[in-house]
């Protein structure tokens, strides 16, 4: 509501004004209308000699208002007092650029799909490895054969090329045999599984269970018919049962050189073993007697067979 010529007066009559200059010269800011509380910002000259310039004082402070440069200076200031936000502001820019870079790297990459499953994989990691391999894990359950998950299989060729010449020739074979799966499941030559899930209603407890009956059965295989159910469950038994495992979830098993066997879920490593009965058994449900996709094992060897 406006205020009544009654209230105007009675608040002027409360401060003085400088008759020349036409401002309040006493008065607390409560006691001035609004329209008035604009009159005390003084217009005051500097003393550049190349010029009046005028500079605004707030009479309340009797300060001038900061500058835009010493605003910075001001930030810059508060940015020294606190280099532990600074550093983690920098840090999470800094892994956000880089994922970004990566993202567009892959997908300038070109891309083989999973007939099955319409799983895309790129055709070269930015290490280096090759896909392989696409393939699908299927499990029955209750009759009924689920989809679980596409996976492609990577490896270093170069490394692989040099293992297959220097054991069986330069010469290749008519067809893949099994001492040439034999010879990649026996080495460590750098190989990375890709795992990207289909089946949306899978737990991490499923997972956990799958590796466990599938790479036990492995290293049963390859250990003389003896179990090592804890050697099984290192694979995966880290991961936690809170991971959320919605579709197109990827976990990677990378088999390192030294017969290290790493496992990233959803980007994050949950084990790092080395055993090289671990690192044989895990590649032998891929590569061995009873694979998880036999067309799979056979698109693989067809690869071993262009590095002649």
Do not use: W
């Not at 880089?98 to 007939?115: G, L, R, S």
């Not at 799983?119 to 490895?129: E, M, N, Y």
């Not at 003896?226 to 809170?242: C, R, T, W, Y």
Request: net charge negative; aromatic share 4%; glycine share 8%.
């Amino acid at each position: 509501m406006a205020p009544t010529l009654e209230e105007v007066t009675t608040k002027t009559g409360m401060v003085e004004i400088d008759p020349k200059k036409g401002l309040a010269t006493k008065g607390t800011p409560e006691n001035i209308l609004p329209t008035e509380e604009a009159a005390m910002m003084e217009p005051e000259k500097s003393n550049n000699t190349n010029g009046d310039q005028l500079v605004v004082k707030d009479t309340a402070t009797g300060n001038a208002p900061k500058s835009d440069a010493v605003l910075e200076e001001d930030n810059e200031v508060s940015k020294d007092q606190n280099p532990t936000a600074e550093a983690s502001e920098a840090k999470s820019s800094g892994d956000v650029v880089v994922k970004e870079e990566m993202m567009k790297k892959e997908e300038n990459v070109p891309v083989q799909t999973e007939p099955k499953t319409g799983v895309s994989f790129p055709v070269r990691l930015d290490d280096g490895k090759q896909l392989n391999a696409v393939g699908m894990r299927k499990k029955t359950i209750l009759g009924l054969g689920i989809k679980i998950y596409g996976f492609g299989m990577y490896a270093d060729n170069e490394k692989l090329k040099e293992l297959l010449r220097s054991k069986i020739g330069t010469k290749a074979p008519s067809k893949p045999s099994k001492e040439m799966y034999q010879l990649v499941i026996d080495s460590d030559v750098g190989m990375m599984v890709r795992l990207v899930i289909v089946f949306g209603s899978l737990t991490m407890n499923m997972v956990k269970k799958n590796f466990d009956e599938g790479l036990g059965g492995s290293i049963k295989k390859l250990n003389g018919g003896k179990k090592n159910e804890e050697l099984a469950n290192k694979v995966m038994g880290a991961a936690s049962d809170d991971i959320k495992l919605s579709a197109g979830s990827v976990i990677e098993i990378t088999r390192l050189p030294g017969f290290i066997l790493e496992t990233k879920v959803k980007d994050e490593v949950v084990s790092k073993v080395q055993s090289e009965l671990l690192c044989r058994a895990y590649v032998h449900m891929y590569l061995g007697d009873d694979p998880f996709d036999k067309e799979a094992k056979e698109r693989f060897g067809m690869s071993l067979l262009s590095m002649f």
